[in-house]
């Protein structure tokens, strides 16, 4: 995981990149899901940042397979609610 500020973060799992944005301990949402099969590093990557906390969101820029890959097995484990264009609901 690579730190821009600090409150936000991003890892680059495959082509595309995931964003933290939270403080580590507080509140965070996650930006966009990256690839299938990178729910488990991703879900790492945020604990190792956040501890044991879920993200009060989770936010798609766009439903593309490399940023909605993942969603379905990180909103499911979180129980965090999506936010995306109404366009990109399948």
Not at 20 to 30: A, E, H, Q, T
Not at 46 to 63: C, D
Not at 71 to 87: D, I, K, M
Request: glycine share 14%; hydrophobic share 45%; net charge positive.
């Amino acid at each position: 995981m690579r730190e821009l500020a600090p409150d936000l973060a991003y890892r680059r799992p495959g082509i595309v990149n995931v964003v933290f944005f939270g403080r580590p301990g507080g509140d965070w949402v996650l930006i966009d899901a990256g690839l299938p099969g990178t729910a488990g590093m991703i879900a790492h990557s945020a604990e190792a940042r956040f501890g044991g906390r879920a993200p009060v969101a989770i936010i798609l820029t766009h439903g593309h397979i490399d940023h909605a890959g993942a969603l379905r097995t990180l909103a499911g484990r979180w129980s965090a609610p999506v936010y995306a264009h109404p366009r990109e609901v399948p």
